[in-house]
């Protein structure tokens, strides 16, 4: 950590709010005043900040955080303001400039789309401005919203090529089960899927954060295949994380970086419908490498229309992969099950194609619990 010129920092809003859910100064000016230091000492920080409802729920009098969508995007935009005006006087007091950046999960995938969140946050950083960035709140709908911050971070991880990602909340790491159950322990260093068998973790989050761990290890999963470790820890040890001292917990680098459409399709694409698998097609697609062909697929759920997004699944529901789909969901029932061969003869050049090709399927890791 000590050695990454380029960090990504997620904050979340359990650590940027006091016991009453108001937003406290306190925890931003000392995030700031941690992240100027670092920028004097020539280490690029992106931050990635929640807050933004947890803000706006005083100013408008609300009692809890909102659950419907347009109070939740109301909130979010008039918090936001509060938010980056904050963070905009903190940063001030050592002379730095922020840069706001609100981005939708379609922005940090979507090839038109990266190109201009990556070209902004390349500028920001090359003129010395501390990009913070959040999820465009006020517009992102269900459909497409991340909803938590933490996978948005990891793809901001993954489009700025950071070298590492922090994770900071309001517990000093991964815990063998819910940090309040008696007993759990903290773990120290994740080096494989493996190591997080067993482990207990709850997508409950605090009153005001949202996701809870079950989002952090997902970030944590994504950045790390894509060969970028991660560290996650509670937000007054940013200083020790930063510097490279073991705090919390340590995700280590498992794979390369990937292409954004195969991340995309892994971590942020909405599937249209889904594929069933007879075993063999099973197996042959979790060999990696092999193109799911029609012999393979015995049923087919959902509308969809060729090049969308669609769930690759066993006979059980088990979802084996994902992959972009060569026909519409009304011409699959009549492949169903059918040799290539026999549809060149009976339907003509064309039908003889893969239902997905090799290149278009990424395969969904099953977590043992
Ligand atoms: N195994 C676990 N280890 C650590 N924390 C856990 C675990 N399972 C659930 N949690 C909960 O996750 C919460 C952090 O998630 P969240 O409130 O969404 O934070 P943030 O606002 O920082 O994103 C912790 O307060 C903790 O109660
Ligand atoms: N974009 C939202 C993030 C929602 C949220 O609470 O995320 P987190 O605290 O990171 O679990 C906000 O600013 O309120």
Same mark, same amino acid.
């Given at each position: 950590?000590?050695?990454?010129?380029?960090?990504?920092?997620?904050?979340?809003?359990?650590?940027?709010?006091? #016991?009453?859910g108001?937003?406290?100064?306190?925890?931003?000016r000392?995030l700031a005043?941690?992240?100027a230091?670092r920028?004097?000492?020539?280490?690029?920080?992106?931050?990635?900040?929640?807050?933004?409802v947890?803000?706006?729920?005083?100013?408008?009098?609300?009692?809890?955080?909102?659950?419907?969508?347009?109070?939740?995007?109301?909130?979010?935009?008039?918090g936001?303001?509060? &938010?980056?005006a904050?963070y905009?006087?903190?940063?001030a007091?050592?002379?730095?400039?922020v840069?706001?950046?609100?981005?939708?999960?379609?922005?940090?995938v979507?090839?038109?789309?990266?190109?201009?969140?990556?070209?902004?946050l390349?500028?920001?950083?090359? &003129?010395?401005?501390?990009?913070?960035?959040?999820?465009?709140d006020?517009?992102?709908?269900?459909?497409i919203?991340?909803?938590?911050n933490?996978?948005?971070?990891?793809?901001?991880s993954?489009?700025?090529?950071?070298d $590492?990602?922090?994770?900071?909340?309001?517990? #000093?790491?991964?815990?063998?089960?819910?940090?309040?159950?008696?007993?759990?322990?903290?773990?120290?260093?994740?080096?494989?899927?493996? #190591?997080?068998e067993g482990? %207990?973790?709850?997508?409950?989050?605090?009153?005001?954060?949202?996701?809870?761990?079950? @989002?952090?290890? %997902?970030? $944590?999963?994504?950045? @790390?295949?894509?060969?970028?470790?991660?560290?996650?820890?509670?937000?007054?040890?940013?200083?020790?994380? &930063?510097a490279?001292?073991?705090?919390?917990?340590?995700?280590?680098?498992?794979?390369k970086?990937?292409?954004?459409?195969r991340?995309?399709?892994?971590?942020?694409?909405?599937?249209r419908?889904s594929?069933?698998?007879?075993?063999?097609?099973?197996?042959a697609?979790?060999g990696?490498?092999?193109?799911?062909?029609? $012999?393979?697929?015995? #049923?087919?759920?959902?509308?969809?229309?060729?090049?969308?997004?669609?769930?690759?699944?066993?006979?059980?529901?088990?979802?084996? $992969?994902?992959?972009?789909?060569?026909?519409?969901s009304? %011409?699959i029932?009549?492949l169903l099950?059918?040799?290539?061969h026999?549809?060149?003869?009976?339907?003509?050049?064309?039908y003889?194609r %893969?239902?997905?090709?090799?290149d278009?399927?990424?395969?969904v890791r099953?977590?043992r619990?």
């Amino acid at each position: 950590m000590s050695d990454a010129h380029r960090v990504v920092v997620k904050i979340g809003s359990s650590s940027l709010t006091g #016991d009453d859910g108001r937003l406290a100064p306190g925890a931003i000016r000392t995030l700031a005043d941690v992240i100027a230091g670092r920028h004097a000492a020539g280490q690029q920080v992106v931050l990635v900040t929640s807050g933004s409802v947890a803000a706006g729920i005083d100013p408008l009098g609300l009692a809890t955080r909102p659950r419907d969508l347009a109070t939740a995007q109301a909130t979010a935009s008039v918090g936001q303001g509060m &938010l980056i005006a904050r963070y905009t006087a903190a940063f001030a007091a050592h002379g730095l400039q922020v840069g706001q950046v609100l981005l939708t999960a379609e922005d940090t995938v979507r090839r038109g789309h990266y190109r201009n969140a990556q070209r902004a946050l390349e500028r920001l950083l090359e &003129l010395g401005v501390v990009p913070i960035v959040n999820e465009n709140d006020a517009v992102a709908t269900n459909e497409i919203r991340f909803g938590d911050n933490d996978r948005l971070a990891a793809l901001v991880s993954h489009l700025v090529r950071a070298d $590492a990602m922090v994770l900071l909340t309001d517990v #000093d790491g991964l815990y063998t089960g819910p940090p309040d159950k008696p007993g759990s322990t903290r773990i120290s260093e994740i080096r494989s899927p493996a #190591d997080l068998e067993g482990i %207990e973790v709850t997508g409950r989050g605090s009153a005001v954060g949202t996701g809870g761990m079950t @989002t952090k290890l %997902e970030a $944590a999963s994504i950045a @790390t295949t894509s060969g970028i470790p991660v560290v996650l820890t509670k937000a007054q040890n940013v200083t020790v994380a &930063l510097a490279g001292e073991e705090v919390g917990t340590w995700f280590a680098a498992t794979g390369k970086r990937t292409s954004r459409r195969r991340l995309w399709l892994a971590h942020a694409a909405r599937t249209r419908g889904s594929l069933v698998l007879d075993d063999g097609a099973v197996a042959a697609v979790r060999g990696g490498r092999a193109s799911l062909l029609p $012999a393979g697929v015995t #049923d087919v759920t959902g509308d969809f229309d060729a090049g969308d997004p669609v769930d690759l699944v066993d006979a059980h529901g088990v979802v084996v $992969a994902r992959g972009l789909v060569a026909f519409d969901s009304s %011409e699959i029932p009549g492949l169903l099950g059918r040799s290539t061969h026999d549809l060149r003869d009976e339907l003509g050049e064309g039908y003889d194609r %893969e239902v997905v090709h090799r290149d278009d399927l990424v395969l969904v890791r099953v977590r043992r619990r």
